[in-house]
């Protein structure tokens, strides 16, 4: 594997993911030719996918005929973790002009160092449901009601479907992670020649 903190070994490509605290670096190299870095300027815009006004912008530095961008770790340790929304603006620097020339997303990913919760939404809500399935549910109530406002527990039918949707969503994590990191899973096809 290639030192990555240098500029030289940059992936060529907009990363589709990386954690919050990271230093990120790569370098676009199919717009110098169009785009000569010594006229134009290259930005990344990223916008948080929820909606929110949590934005931020990367300019580019040049490398040799390409565009480099580096996001530094003090940087990306203010970021919140979620899914965002990207696109790379260029601007014709004589007279500000600008357009978009590609748009994309990725992830940005909690850092386990901090003391977070490393399970995804998928396994935290198929552990609490099989706690209630084994009982250990606060209340065995299923239906009160306050002040004339009324509240409904989900029957164990309910419950059992739920399950049983949490736990494809959970295998399927694992799964497409197995894959990404080249190892087996339980839907890898076997041939005997």
Do not use: C
């Not at 000569?36 to 949590?54: E, F, K, M, Q, W």
């Not at 694992?174 to 990404?180: P, T």
Request: proline fraction near 3%; glycine fraction near 4%.
């Amino acid at each position: 594997m290639a030192n990555l903190f240098d500029a030289a070994n940059a992936p060529t490509s907009v990363p589709t993911e990386f954690y919050v605290g990271d230093f990120v670096q790569f370098k676009i190299t199919t717009l110098g030719s169009d785009y000569p870095n010594t006229d134009y300027t290259a930005r990344l815009v990223s916008r948080i996918a929820t909606g929110a006004s949590s934005e931020f912008t990367v300019t580019a530095t040049a490398s040799d005929s390409d565009y480099l961008f580096t996001i530094l770790s003090a940087t990306t340790a203010g970021f919140t973790p979620d899914h965002y929304h990207w696109q790379i603006e260029i601007e014709r620097n004589s007279d500000n002009e600008r357009i978009i020339v590609d748009r994309g997303h990725w992830d940005i990913s909690t850092d386990y160092d901090e003391n977070v919760d490393p399970r995804s939404h998928n396994e935290i809500m198929l552990q609490k449901l099989e706690s209630l399935l084994e009982g250990k549910a606060d209340s065995d109530v299923s239906s009160y009601s306050i002040a004339g406002r009324s509240l409904n527990k989900l029957g164990p039918a309910e419950l059992l479907e739920w399950r049983d949707y949490y736990k494809r969503e959970v295998a399927s994590e694992k799964r497409a992670e197995a894959i990404k990191h080249g190892r087996r899973s339980k839907s890898t096809i076997l041939a005997r020649f």
